[in-house]
């Protein structure tokens, strides 16, 4: 029986986001890091956290600086520092009955790994060439949109890199570099900060951990024999030296302090907005887009500075950058390129299609029966969701032209994801024989925006509206596939080596 494009699009989804959010717990586990493989030791058949050791292998130790750290630097003193912090034993958010700042960020680190992964393992869906489009319409949602899949398309097949990096060389504004760039500049303009990912932000930056793991964490940072922190800057201050002196070399700091502090002073500005009864100012979206749009030239000069001024920094990043990109390039002849834009579930899992539906064959009838249904219900979680961003995608550029300020969450999927993450962590029954609890309860909600000494800080739930498409429960895909799913990343992380 052959399984659809779209059931093995949302296998895919399904076992990437768990084992993300897997893996990502289990860095607090001395084992992992014990085996963890590839930088952390010579190499590893059978790496702890596969997914999360491929993209390290992939993207972190290549890029500029960090290629040049010595293997102690990874195999010591990296090394020994996680495997302090697992011995430290620090307490979990199930423990304390809320949703710390370490879960809140291990959970956001998970979705960056989940949708990393997705897109270096199956690759993005390449289409045959289409007459290249020369203008956009900004004003128009659909060539917004049709403008990123197109960047995308020519940052992992074509030359758009070569192009960006020489153009921007030559200058600092916008308007001179090609329509592609224009548009997909307002693209990345609007996918964009809420509040309350604004409010996680600076709470990130407040570090409000529980007093005991405060102490253990300084204890391994500060008091540690023997002092790895200050080997571990050490080996980046010497290698990113050269970095730091080219940048130094190329750019005007004063005016870029100038410019940097000219963007805090609004953002604080804005963030500090009063409505009607003097109450804070809901900042939305739309809010946010202005902001970025009046503070825009100020990063294009920075960048133009750098690569026309810098002609190591030009070399350095440019071949990281084809690196990078190139990693998202399907492999696998037996994918057929798309003619049109790609619509949900027609990339199927790309370069793992094939294994994929091969662990669904092995299957019993009526097991995949049982499998087969759940993929269809997440089909559609997927395609709401999608539907949803393209809903906000399109209100936010017809209302980037005006004064209106509407959407309070931006496009995209990621925020979706991270909350999936935070409701399904498990807390501390509210009473001795109560039920486990979980972070989207609304308990745990008001818990969390209570800090260890009682005072009120500011809430980091939710991060979605309540109005968004919950995820269909999974549980037995996850019995039956994941087990099969992590042997195979495994062997594709022995083959890499």
């Not at 084992?19 to 963890?36: C, G, P, V």
């Not at 201050?237 to 805090?264: C, Q, T, W």
Request: one cysteine or more; a negative charge; aromatic letters at 8%.
């Amino acid at each position: 029986m052959t399984i659809s494009s779209t059931r093995l699009y949302a296998l895919f989804d399904i076992l990437t986001h768990h084992e993300a959010y897997s893996e990502t717990q289990s860095l607090k586990d001395l084992n992992t890091i014990t085996h963890f493989g590839h930088p952390l030791q010579d190499k590893s058949d059978q790496p702890s956290a596969p997914l999360i050791q491929a993209l390290i292998e992939r993207f972190l130790v290549v890029l500029p600086g960090l290629r040049d750290v010595p293997k102690d630097f990874w195999q010591s003193r990296i090394k020994e520092l996680f495997s302090a912090l697992a011995r430290a034993d620090l307490s979990e958010s199930y423990d304390k009955g809320s949703i710390g700042i370490r879960k809140t960020l291990a959970t956001a680190c998970a979705a960056i790994v989940e949708f990393c992964a997705r897109g270096s393992l199956g690759g993005y869906r390449r289409r045959e060439p289409t007459k290249a489009k020369q203008t956009y319409d900004l004003a128009n949602p659909e060539d917004v949109a049709k403008a990123w899949d197109d960047f995308l398309q020519q940052i992992v097949y074509g030359d758009f890199i070569d192009r960006f990096f020489a153009k921007a060389a030559t200058t600092d504004q916008l308007t001179d570099h090609e329509p592609l760039f224009q548009a997909t500049h307002e693209y990345m303009l609007i996918i964009d900060m809420s509040e309350q990912q604004y409010k996680i932000s600076l709470e990130y930056l407040a570090l409000q951990l529980a007093i005991r793991d405060r102490e253990e964490i300084v204890k391994v940072l500060c008091h540690h024999q023997p002092d790895l922190l200050t080997s571990s800057v050490e080996d980046l201050v010497k290698v990113y030296e050269p970095i730091i002196r080219a940048l130094h070399n190329a750019i005007d700091l004063s005016a870029g302090m100038s410019d940097l502090h000219s963007f805090l002073h609004d953002l604080v500005e804005m963030s500090q907005l009063t409505g009607k009864n003097s109450e804070k100012q809901a900042i939305s979206v739309e809010d946010y887009v202005r902001l970025l749009r009046k503070h825009q030239g100020s990063s294009h000069r920075f960048i133009h500075q750098a690569l026309k001024n810098g002609k190591e920094l030009h070399e350095w990043y440019l071949g990281y950058a084809k690196h990078a990109a190139a990693r998202y390039r399907q492999r696998n002849n037996d994918v057929q390129p798309l003619n049109d834009t790609p619509e949900d579930g027609d990339a199927a899992a790309g370069d793992l299609s094939k294994q994929l539906s091969d662990l669904c064959s092995a299957l019993s009838d009526q097991d995949r029966t049982t499998v087969y249904s759940e993929l269809d219900e997440h089909a559609e979680y997927l395609h709401s969701l999608n539907q949803e961003s393209h809903r906000r995608l399109k209100m936010v550029v017809q209302n980037s032209g005006t004064e209106k300020s509407e959407i309070s969450y931006g496009p995209g999927t990621f925020l979706a994801k991270w909350q999936a993450y935070i409701n399904a962590t498990s807390i501390t029954p509210a009473t001795a024989e109560g039920e486990v609890r979980h972070g989207g309860s609304d308990s745990v909600q008001e818990a969390t925006s209570v800090d260890v000494d009682g005072s009120k800080k500011g809430t980091s739930l939710p991060l979605r509206e309540n109005t968004d498409p919950l995820p269909p429960n999974v549980g037995n895909t996850l019995r039956l596939l994941r087990p099969g799913f992590r042997e195979l990343l495994v062997s594709l992380s022995a083959q890499a080596t």
